[in-house]
């Protein structure tokens, strides 16, 4: 290990809002709204809060998904919120999630709104509220369960571990990115090894499982997460590339990535979607340049 630690933690640890970090501007230690922002509604009984972020991407592509299966019930507004210029401790939103993350959901189709955060509480909730892409034998919607639970634990080590030392902390800490590389590939290997005995992790079906885990551990062995696929080795884990590539193929996924864009090619970008004729009207001369 090239490495040396030379910081000795104080007794008592202080916030540094300039520690140099990406976030930086946005991270800070205590929980509520920093300002009052009413949030938008549109016209559907569903109200997306949200950013094409891989946690984002699960629940676009769940409610692209439910509209392909003929669900018109699952029609959305999907409002872009900018976590980079802090919408997300915005009152409005703070009221839905008081978490203060994307994606957030709000249901104002029963007689009183419903809120729902955590995107694998989302997935779950539309899963029921429609009753598909989550099995009722229990045998299998344990499998399908199982899963779901296992990307939600697990995705922090991809992002807030890996990601965030590779990719966005200010200095290389050969331990840190050491440290979550390992855990990574563990996962992906954890995933491999699933995706030789079965078409999709759930079982023989797509399922909400599938749908949270393929924006992280499929896009990151498709090359779209940190750049860090020949660092990873990603083109070992086999299965798990079939998986990705079939899953990247379906028609909700490809619209449901678009969702709440603002990075990337402008063609891949719908900024806010309140209308299936969004994908179709939207013209990248219409779109400008926006940041997260
Ligand atoms: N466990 C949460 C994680 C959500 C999350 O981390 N969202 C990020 C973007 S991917 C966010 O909103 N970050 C803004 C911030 O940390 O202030 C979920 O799955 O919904």
Same mark, same amino acid.
């Given at each position: 290990?090239?490495?040396l630690?030379?910081?000795? +933690?104080?007794k008592?640890w202080?916030f540094?809002? &300039?520690?140099?970090? @990406?976030?930086?501007?946005?991270n800070?230690?205590?929980?509520?709204s920093t300002?009052?922002?009413?949030l938008?509604r549109?016209?559907?009984?569903? /109200?997306?809060?949200?950013?094409?972020?891989? *946690?984002g991407?699960?629940?676009?592509?769940?409610?692209e998904?439910l509209?392909? $299966?003929g669900?018109? %019930?699952?029609e959305?507004d999907?409002?872009l919120?900018?976590?980079?210029k802090?919408?997300?401790?915005?009152?409005g939103?703070v009221?839905v999630?008081?978490n203060s993350?994307?994606p957030?959901?709000?249901d104002?189709? %029963?007689s009183k709104?419903?809120?729902?955060?955590?995107?694998g509480?989302i997935?779950m909730?539309?899963?029921e509220?429609?009753g598909?892409? $989550?099995p009722?034998?229990?045998?299998?919607?344990a499998?399908?369960?199982s899963? $779901?639970?296992?990307?939600?634990?697990?995705?922090?080590?991809l992002g807030?571990?890996? %990601?965030?030392?590779y990719a966005?902390a200010?200095?290389?800490?050969?331990y840190a990115?050491?440290r979550?590389?390992m855990?990574v590939k563990? &996962?992906l290997?954890?995933? *491999?090894q699933?995706l030789a005995?079965? +078409?999709y992790?759930?079982g023989?079906e797509?399922t909400?499982a599938?749908?949270?885990?393929w +924006?992280?551990?499929?896009?990151l062995?498709?090359g779209q997460?940190?750049?860090?696929?020949?660092f990873?080795?990603?083109?070992?884990?086999?299965h798990?590339?079939?998986?990705?590539?079939a899953?990247?193929k379906?028609?909700a996924?490809?619209?449901?990535?678009m969702?709440?864009?603002?990075?990337g090619? $402008?063609a891949? /970008?719908l900024? &806010?979607?309140?209308d299936a004729?969004?994908f179709?009207?939207?013209?990248?001369? @219409?779109l400008e340049p926006?940041?997260a």
């Open positions: 290990m090239s490495d630690n030379t910081y000795t +933690p104080p008592v202080t540094d809002s &300039e520690n140099g970090g @990406k976030f930086a501007n946005i800070r230690p205590v929980a509520g300002h009052e922002q009413v938008p549109g016209k559907h009984p569903l /109200q997306l809060y949200s950013l094409a972020t891989p *946690n991407v699960k629940v676009t592509v769940m409610l998904e509209l392909a $299966l669900f018109s %019930g699952a959305y999907a409002w919120i900018r976590i980079q802090g919408d997300q401790f915005g009152s939103f009221e999630n008081p993350k994307i957030a959901l709000m104002y189709s %029963g709104p419903v809120r729902v955060f955590e995107s509480s997935l909730y539309l899963a509220k429609f598909v892409l $989550l009722t034998e229990p045998a299998a919607r499998e399908c369960l899963w $779901l639970f296992w990307q939600m634990g697990s995705a922090p080590y807030g571990g890996f %990601g965030h030392f966005y200010p200095t290389k800490i050969e990115i050491n979550f590389a855990e563990r &996962e290997d954890v995933l *491999n699933r005995d079965s +078409p992790l759930g023989d797509y909400i599938d749908i949270a885990t +924006p992280w551990y499929g896009g062995v498709l997460l940190y750049e860090a696929a020949e990873l080795q990603v083109h070992e884990y086999t798990v590339l079939r998986w990705a590539n899953i990247a379906r028609p996924v490809i619209r449901g990535r969702v709440n864009r603002v990075m090619p $402008l891949s /970008q900024h &806010e979607r309140h004729g969004d179709a009207t939207r013209t990248q001369d @219409k926006l940041s």
